[in-house]
């Protein structure tokens, strides 16, 4: 099964959590549907991409990176692959890179997609990410470290995280709830 194949099966079957997730899960279909290069990069103005949040193993913090292009905090994630066989393996493989945790692994199905501008990805700064999330619970004891992406990797409190964007509190909260 090609990478397509699986993102465009993946969001045809997810329920999404409210009618707002069920637009922008449509709006993911119709992307795939007309491009057979969708899921990646060089597709523009659109392309997926995969992230990860992370929860502790008592759901009380979160696992953040500094990005070092967007000088913001994020959840862990990234392009897609010619090589990742899956949206999830695609998390899984970013979330390995990025966090410095070798036994962190995405629980499977997704949890939220997002939708935003990336300006920093193109020189015409028309591009946009569509953004396919999943999450994972670290052991307890997990040591992150900085990858060359990121200028931090950070246990924020839950409730604690720097500049909270009302779609990072809903993807901690969705995450939770499923924890």
Known sequence: MSLHVDALAALRAWEAPSSSQEALRQRYVSHLEAEPTGVFKSCVPDHLTASCVVLSDDGSAVLLTHHRKA??????????????????????RELREESGVPDLVPLPGLVQLSEHPVPF??????????????????????VPEVSEESLDVRWWPVDGIPDPEPEMIELIKLAQARF
């Not at 000088?71 to 899984?92: I, K, V």
């Open 121 to 142: 990805c193109a020189p015409s700064g028309d591009v946009h990410h569509l953004d396919v999330r999943f999450m994972a619970v670290a052991p307890s004891g997990a």
């Open 71 to 92: 000088r913001r905090w994020f959840q862990f994630g990234g392009h897609l692959e010619q090589d990742d066989p899956t949206l999830w393996a695609a998390a899984a």
